[in-house]
């Protein structure tokens, strides 16, 4: 059992948790899924810690009845909005006498990216390698037992805001987990939508949620940029119970039951009953007054996410642009406009984890693809223990890796 992995993603609207596994074929085996809605986080910030323990308590007791264990460790997202990622280059000289490059030269390349400056109120919560070279050769994963005289390591520095990171810590320690290490969204939200030849062609995956919309850029397999705009769907909820002066709720109801983003896909412009936000009378509205509201915003979200990329990585991206989150996914017209502001082809996401039927597990499951990947010192794998025994399974190695990689940087300079 001490490969299983367990991933959280604390999102707006709800929180999901996914048990699984990697097999032999390098895919992710679903153990145990759960979710349970939130209402502690607005905007992609916590602002409640005890709603939110709370949703990742019921989301996780879900996935631990069906995967029939208890789960006392897990990997937990961070979304784009509390980190920047950095890319930081470095290089030292092969230390041995037969230039065999040794895991001490990795580690080496690996601490001097922990001690790179980041602004004032953060802390370096993760480093990632990109690839190494030696003697000049790129792409290299692994150098370790190479013969070289020049290691040199690409890496991405993954920078949180102190705040956001203790709030999600004492979330999860609140729901009686401890944190094995906390994954930006940019990371793992591919891992589970994206083929590898779409990283490496170029492709733009927006993940709209409930209160923000993520915006994830891949270029030659690496994760060029992450950025997040406070903007998600229950802006459009919003937006739609204030023009039509309904209730927050029944314009929740009507944009699901719509589900429409474009007023030129309308075939019958017929009047709905709706409640008045008194809820005292009933009124009837056009079909059109209602698109026209969602149109309008879904256009402004993704103009916003365009302009974003042109300002930060322009270029060509042949796999074009693919749209995630139960929301916008689900609306006819959103690939229409998505395709308009981008002048790419657009494709709607689906989960390439067979036993994942929708898009509400895919960022938790696209940890546990994350993790499995990684080649690292840290344990990769979460604490549980059988269902029938709840006492937790120590870990021979608890530490994370940045904390590893802070502790051995306190040694090497002081």
Excluded: W
């Excluded at 119970?241 to 699901?256: G, W």
């Excluded at 609306?331 to 984890?353: C, H, S, Y």
């Amino acid at each position: 059992m001490s490969d299983i992995i367990v991933g959280i993603d604390i999102g707006t609207s709800k929180v999901s948790t996914v048990i699984g596994k990697i097999n032999s074929m390098g895919e992710v085996e679903v153990l145990g899924k759960g979710t349970d809605p939130c209402t502690g986080v607005k905007k992609g910030i916590i602002i409640d810690i005890e709603a939110v323990s709370s949703s990742i308590r019921n989301s996780l007791k879900i996935a631990e009845t069906q995967a029939e264990i208890k789960v006392v460790t897990a990997y937990v997202n961070i979304s784009g909005l509390h980190v920047d990622i950095k890319n930081y280059k470095n290089f030292t000289i092969v230390a041995s006498d037969n230039k065999e490059i040794s895991r001490n030269d990795v580690q080496k390349l690996l601490y001097s990216a922990g001690t790179m400056d980041i602004p004032e109120g953060s802390e370096i919560i993760d480093v990632v390698p990109r690839q190494y070279l030696v003697d000049g050769y790129d792409g290299i994963t692994d150098p370790v037992g190479m013969k070289g005289t020049k290691l040199e390591g690409d890496f991405d520095v993954v920078i949180g805001k102190i705040i956001s990171v203790q709030n999600i810590v004492r979330s999860m320690e609140k729901a009686g987990l401890k944190v094995d290490g906390i994954i930006p969204e940019g990371f793992s939200a591919g891992e589970c939508i994206l083929a590898p030849d779409e990283k490496e062609m170029g492709v733009v995956l927006i993940d709209v949620g409930g209160g923000s919309t993520e915006i994830s850029v891949f270029k030659n397999e690496m994760l060029v940029m992450n950025k997040c705009i406070p903007v998600g769907g229950d802006h459009i909820t919003n937006d739609l119970s204030i023009a039509l002066k309904i209730t927050y709720s029944e314009a929740e109801k009507i944009k699901r039951q719509l589900q429409l983003a474009s007023t030129a896909l309308i075939k019958f412009d017929q009047d709905i009953t709706v409640n008045d936000i008194s809820e005292s009378y009933k009124k009837n509205i056009k079909v059109s007054d209602i698109i026209e509201v969602i149109e309008a915003r879904v256009y402004e979200m993704f103009s916003i996410c365009c302009e974003l990329i042109q300002d930060n990585c322009p270029g060509n991206y042949g796999a074009g642009v693919v749209l995630s989150g139960n929301g916008i996914a689900a609306m006819d017209g959103a690939v229409q406009i998505a395709n308009e502001l981008f002048n790419m082809p657009v494709r709607v996401a689906t989960p390439k984890v067979r036993s994942l039927s929708g898009l509400q597990h895919c960022t938790a499951a696209g940890i546990i693809s994350y993790i499995g990947k990684q080649e690292r010192e840290a344990s990769t794998t979460s604490s549980i223990s059988k269902k029938t025994d709840l006492k937790p399974v120590k870990k021979d190695k608890e530490k994370s890796f940045i904390k590893k990689v802070l502790n051995a940087l306190k040694e090497f300079f002081y």
